[in-house]
Nanobody, 114 residues
Framework: QMYLVESGGGLVQAGEPLTLSCVAS????????MRWYRQCPGKERELVAW???????NYADSVGGRFTIARDNAQNTVYLLISTLKADDTGLYFC????????WGRGTQVTVSS
């Protein structure tokens, strides 16, 4: 089994950058597709960024170029970098790994004030 623990959320200000971290244990993330989801208040969970084992990264249209997903296989950690926070970024952010099966973290809450 793989265990994922997200961190880095909290009460943050619009216009500021933010980095979320997802530390994996139990299994190496190297062969996995890593994903970040968010669930905004009153909405369904949304896939916002994903990174293939080959290194290719993709993003949802909704993030408008502000998000970057990065992985450090040596540290078994995946990051989500948000360049400029917006109020609409408020939500619960989840880390996900997919290959033979899917693994989920429990999320880290991001609350953006303006």
């Amino acid at each position: 089994q793989m265990y994922l623990v997200e961190s880095g959320g909290g009460l943050v200000q619009a216009g500021e950058p933010l980095t979320l971290s997802c530390v994996a244990s139990g299994l190496a993330i190297k062969p996995y597709q890593m994903r970040w989801y968010r669930q905004c208040p009153g909405k369904e969970r949304e896939l916002v960024a994903w990174n293939y084992a080959s290194g290719e990264s993709n993003y949802a249209d909704s993030v408008g170029g502000r998000f970057t997903i990065a992985r450090d296989n040596a540290q078994n950690t995946v990051y989500l970098l948000i360049s400029t926070l917006k109020a609409d970024d408020t939500g619960l952010y989840f880390c996900n790994a997919a290959c033979d099966r899917e693994y989920w973290g429990r999320g880290t809450q991001v609350t953006v004030s303006s």
